[in-house]
């Protein structure tokens, strides 16, 4: 199997130990950086534009377009309701119902099962990632076993919460290669540090952007897609940890500020920004250009614009941040940016 066919990832557990698919602190220290990419994107995905193989392809047919005109690297949350469905899966266990709770991980790695047969990949390439999302799927078993106490806390459910990512960084990797792109995933558990705050991890920016670089830019500089898990870290010893619920924007921001990308895309299931839920206000308007300060206000003010670090970390190095529709490309979205001199740059 070549590199660019396997995760970049730890062992069984996330874990930053020493394996044959490891990266460690001193593999990491002793590579040559490679030179930094110009005009670098980040795309990052939620998880109702990855929910099923025609939105995985669709998803794909974005990236490997931008592809071909700059680099890209892409960052995926789960697919719509798995994270969910795995932190169910905790709390049976925690309730002593492991028959039950091992019965929704099958029936979770059964839905992602279905969606690699869905790609109707190449009978090489379809048995390969079979494989892959088959050892994933032992180390799920693992962790939800038949029988026997499983205490439930913060470091049980943050590995649990880990796998959707990992299976759709997989998948989207895949479906990247099926339209003729080079895509690997790559595991941010790698290189994102974090405390040992399980389920609310805090990331240690320094640490993770110079691990983060020595992994990331030697992949783009070769013309490869990195297909980064969202929402996952590690702490020191190599536990999994998870950013937090709901921040996946968040870990976008985090792994482009990593690679100095000058624009971040979030791809979502709304036009952009709005002065309110259009779900719930007819009179909800969409916002085309923000300021940093302008959509921190209004997410003050109770709008649901983005996770609270993404603009912060934004801001640090001026980096554009999107809002754009998944399923309505053509559309423009929301940009956020700096302004200079009293106008949009």
Same mark, same amino acid.
């Given at each position: ?57 669709? &998803? /794909? @047919? $974005? ?10 690297? !892409? #960052?995926?949350? %789960? ?88 299976? &759709? /960084? @997989? $998948? ?10 080079? !895509? #690997?995933?790559? %595991? ?86 709005y002065t309110a839920n259009p779900h719930e206000s007819a009179e909800a308007k969409l916002l085309h250009e923000l300021s940093y300060d ?52």
């Open positions: 199997m070549s590199p660019e066919q396997q995760e970049i990832s730890g062992n069984a557990e996330g874990a930053l130990g020493p394996s044959d698919k490891s990266v460690t602190l001193e593999s990491v220290f002793a590579l040559e950086p490679a030179p930094v990419q110009e005009n670098l994107i980040a795309f990052k995905f939620g998880g109702s534009s990855l929910l099923g193989a025609e939105r995985l392809l669709h &998803a /794909a @047919r $974005l990236v490997h377009r931008e592809s071909e005109t700059r680099p890209v690297i !892409a #960052v995926v949350s %789960a697919m719509k309701g798995v994270t969910d469905r795995l932190l169910r899966v905790g709390q049976l266990l925690g309730e002593g119902r492991n028959l039950h709770a091992r019965r929704e991980a099958e029936s979770i790695a059964e839905q992602h099962q279905a969606t690699l047969d869905d790609l109707r990949l190449d009978s090489p390439e379809h048995q390969r990632l079979e494989d892959e999302l088959g050892r994933l799927t032992e180390d799920l078993r693992h962790e939800t076993p038949w029988s026997g106490r499983v205490e439930a806390n913060g470091a049980t459910l943050d590995r649990l919460a880990s796998f959707g990512e990992r299976y &759709a /960084a @997989r $998948l989207l990797a895949a479906a990247l290669s099926k339209i003729g792109a080079q !895509a #690997v995933p790559v %595991a941010s558990s790698d290189f994102v540090l974090t405390c040992d705050s399980f389920r609310e991890a805090k990331p240690d920016l320094e640490r993770t952007r110079l691990r983060g670089r020595e992994i990331l830019l030697p992949l783009l500089e070769a013309g490869i897609v990195p297909v980064v898990t969202g929402f996952i870290g590690a702490t020191q010893d190599g536990r999994i940890t998870t950013l937090g619920r709901n921040s996946s924007d968040f870990s976008g921001a985090l792994i482009a500020h990593v690679v100095d990308a000058v624009e971040l895309v979030i791809w979502t299931d709304v036009d952009g920004v302008e959509a921190l206000a209004l997410a003050a003010s109770g709008a649901k614009v983005l996770h609270p670090h993404v603009l912060p970390l934004a801001a640090r190095t001026e980096m554009t941040v999107w809002v754009r529709n998944t399923f309505k490309p053509q559309g423009r979205g929301t940009r956020i940016g700096a302004k200079e001199n009293g106008g949009w740059e």
